[in-house]
């Protein structure tokens, strides 16, 4: 079964088997040491080996496989090793069945991984359109209108934001500001003593602004020296006022 897995997770399986040559030890380790998530497999199903291994009843090794584990070793080391009568051999079945439960396990979890995934992601499309529908349902789209003939041509839309006092501005056929001067936009509440300075603009711009005390202010736009000013100082070049 561990043929299903993605290759880091048979791996890890196959480590707490004890059956990867040393090459691919290394190689899983070094994939544990870029992925934390490896790293905790192996720990897991390592720990999980142990235990088993712990709790496995005990048998008596057979007398052919003793003498063929001291037949391979050096003489010096056939003298000295001893093996206990009570080797539990039901360990190897023990950690067969490991690789079975833990591989049912891993495909569980990843199946319900994906699950929640699946929920996670209608979840948050289901708030991303209530929230474009809320943001909607606040937004004014304003278009001011030009205060200077030289300037008809020209169409300037502001969409406001009531609740988060920001917007966008946008420009068509605006001239370029003349040199020593930008266009500075104003956000207009009738409770203020005087417009909100929104910042210079251009073609384009995301603005937002101090807050204001209605839902739908006024804007407009005027010609300020190059970096804007504090209050307004230059012709007001497009207005709109506030809404009832």
Same mark, same amino acid.
């Given at each position: ?13 196959l480590h707490a088997l ?54 391979? *070793? /050096?003489?010096?080391?056939?003298? $000295? ?26 495909? !569980? ?5 994906? $699950? ?10 289901? %708030? %991303?359109? *209530?929230?474009? &529908?809320?943001? #909607? ?5 304003? =278009? ?12 300037? @839309?502001? %969409? ?5 006092? &920001?917007? =966008?501005?946008?420009?068509?056929? #605006? ?12 956000? #207009?509440? /009738? ?6 300075? %929104?910042?210079? $603009? ?13 839902? !739908? +202010?006024?804007?407009?736009?005027? @010609? ?10 230059? +012709? ?9």
């Open positions: 079964m561990t043929s299903e897995l993605p290759p880091n997770e048979e791996q890890a399986a004890g059956l990867l040559d040393a090459g691919e030890t290394r190689q899983l380790l070094a994939a544990a040491a870029r992925d934390p998530e490896v790293r905790q497999l192996i720990d897991a199903l390592d720990e999980t080996a142990a235990q088993l291994a712990f709790a496995a009843p005990e048998a008596a090794p057979p007398p052919a496989l003793r003498r063929a584990i001291l037949h391979a *070793l /050096p003489p010096e080391r056939g003298k $000295v090793l001893a093996f206990s009568p009570l080797l539990p051999f039901a360990l190897a079945a023990c950690l067969a069945g490991l690789a079975i439960v833990q591989t049912v396990v891993i495909l !569980h979890l990843r199946t319900e991984r994906g $699950v929640l995934a699946g929920q996670l992601a209608r979840v948050q499309d289901e %708030a %991303a359109n *209530l929230r474009a &529908s809320n943001a #909607l349902t606040r937004l004014r789209l304003a =278009t001011l209108d030009a205060k200077d003939p030289a300037y008809a041509a020209a169409k300037v @839309l502001v %969409a406001w934001d009531s609740v988060r006092h &920001s917007g =966008t501005f946008a420009a068509q056929n #605006l001239p370029a500001a003349p040199a020593g001067h930008d266009y500075q936009l104003w956000v #207009l509440d /009738p409770n203020a003593p005087s417009p909100l300075s %929104a910042g210079v $603009v251009a073609a384009s711009r995301v603005f937002a602004s101090p807050p204001v005390s209605v839902n !739908h +202010p006024g804007f407009a736009v005027s @010609l300020e020296p190059a970096g804007g000013s504090p209050s307004p100082t230059g +012709p007001i070049l497009f207005a709109v006022a506030p809404a009832e």
